[in-house]
């Protein structure tokens, strides 16, 4: 029976998952998935995994800076999962791939040619897309027989209306690529199947997906399609996420290249690196930590998260001419009733109404009865998304 593995770096995570193919026409089955977190944060890194049965097969903390790159962070996870499955026939191997730029919109096959274009847009992630192609070069190199795919986070917003897809800057910038792309695509995707799946009178209303994690971003669907996205070019617009600064008056980077004399490489490690939660805190990047401090510049830094949250809200409300569903997703989403109870505080003039005992529990339905809109937690499954790209390739190839 054929396998696929699936690899989804984020900027301080790598999510793994293995799947068995079977004949290839129907759903693949999830056999283990896992999560490598705090990679070269200079914390204590952890891996942990479990079977399809929930069992937990695997949760080890590492030293600190023990796990200081995604490259380690995939030799380990490939040296668990020959040892949990030895006998595994791998055919295939999925991958997120933050940004497609302007030439991909679909699952496409990992050739010499596709790794170097996509290299050319590493400076438009540079948290991101050279981790996952490091994972892909890798890959390559570990399963050489292997099918390797790539699935790219900008796919999904492809097909956003021409306002929402431009900047007011000269079109010959936007003939060269320069325009919204959208990210957190594959996690877009999976909760538009889903609603379509399972409530298909959601899935054809006016949708907000707020995706909250160490990357946020948010992303208003109409009948399940991506028109408005509030990351742009590079996955710095938009939220302040763990380390990324978010939306930014361009003139701040002004002020920095003319006033203080910064580098591009010194504004790129602020802005991407040395901004958002950590940046506000203090502290740490991780929502976990600074819910816990307590301190007055981890209590603001919360605050500023939320605020823009709140903002974007109302704006992609504006741009779908309404809402009739908020979903959260995500490491935060999924996981801080704090965080979803202050985003959703005093919305009722936009129909939302929270369920606060619902939402502690963290129930898939965390509006009250009577709340105009419908407020959902879908916990995201990037991994199956790219499971089934993986497969699908592996089809087409026979």
């Known amino acids: 029976m054929p396998h696929a593995l699936t690899l989804n770096a984020g900027s301080s995570s790598l999510k793994f998952g293995f799947f068995e193919l079977g004949d290839l026409q129907g759903e693949p089955q999830s056999r283990i998935l896992g999560l490598v977190e705090r ?9 942990k995994a479990k079977g399809a049965d929930g069992q937990v097969l695997l949760d080890q903390e590492y030293g600190r800076n023990h796990v200081p790159d995604h490259g380690t962070a995939l030799a380990r996870v490939v040296d668990f999962l020959r040892e949990q499955r030895p006998d595994a026939r791998l055919a295939a191997v999925g991958h997120r791939v933050v940004h497609g730029g302007p030439d991909y919109a679909e699952p496409t096959r990992l050739t010499p040619p596709v790794m170097d274009r996509l290299a050319q847009f590493e400076p438009l992630a540079p948290l991101h897309q050279p981790h996952n192609l490091s994972g892909a070069r890798a890959a390559l190199e570990l399963f050489p027989d292997a099918i390797q795919v790539a699935c790219f986070d900008t796919a999904f917003h492809r097909h956003h209306p021409w306002v929402n ?8 910038f936007y003939d060269q690529g320069v325009r919204r792309y959208g990210f957190h695509g594959l996690s877009y995707q999976y909760i538009s199947e889903t609603l379509e799946k399972t409530a298909p009178h959601l899935h054809s209303g006016r949708t907000i997906v707020a995706h909250l994690g160490n990357g946020a971003s948010m992303c208003a669907l109409m009948g399940g399609r991506s028109v408005a996205s509030s990351m742009g070019f590079s996955a710095l617009d938009g939220l302040p996420m763990g380390s990324r600064c978010g939306q930014l008056d361009p003139g701040v980077l002004l002020y920095m290249l003319m006033n203080e004399g910064m580098t591009p490489k010194e504004i790129e490690d602020v802005l991407y690196r040395q901004s958002g939660l950590l940046g506000l805190s203090g502290l740490s990047n991780d929502m976990r930590t600074l819910e816990a401090a307590g301190t007055e510049p981890a209590r603001e830094a919360i605050d500023y998260f939320v605020f823009r949250i709140r903002r974007e809200l109302g704006a992609l409300a504006a741009a779908l001419g309404g809402i009739s569903t908020l979903v959260f997703c995500g490491g935060i989403g999924e ?32 509006s009250t009865d009577l709340s105009r809109v419908r407020i959902l ?6 991994e199956i998304v790219i499971a089934r790209a993986a497969r699908d390739s592996l089809a087409g190839a026979g």
């Open 39 to 47: 990679i070269g944060q200079g914390e204590r890194a952890h891996i």
């Open 165 to 172: 897809d431009t900047f007011a800057i000269p079109r010959k």
């Open 335 to 366: 996981n801080s009733a704090h965080i979803r109870e202050k985003v959703c505080e005093g919305m009722g003039w936009i129909g939302m109404e929270l369920d606060t005992g619902r939402n502690l529990r963290g129930e898939r339905i965390i």
């Open 377 to 382: 937690v879908i916990p995201t499954n990037e």
